[in-house]
């Protein structure tokens, strides 16, 4: 009786398996407007908050005299102070 309802319970999951592994839903964005990433290092807390201003970046923003700007900060989150000397490796990509 065990093995009977293993392969039925095995062959209702099969199916959903193999559909969802060639369900491709595409997502597009930024997703750097505002965002704040949390990490333990060294026995901290830290967050990182990367902020961008103005959100979307387009000609006519550029032609307004609007410069963009990306800020980032790294702070211990038990303190919230920055950390200092701190240096970042940063790689934008336009596609």
Known sequence: MTSISFISILFSIFPLLIVS???FI???GDGLFQEELSASMA???LSLLIKMSPPVVTT???K???TPLIQFRLSDTATNETLKHVTYLIEIEKK
């Open 21 to 23: 592994t060639f369900i």
């Open 26 to 28: 595409p997502i597009f």
């Open 43 to 45: 026995g901290r807390d």
């Open 60 to 62: 006519d923003t550029l």
């Open 64 to 66: 307004g005299g609007q």
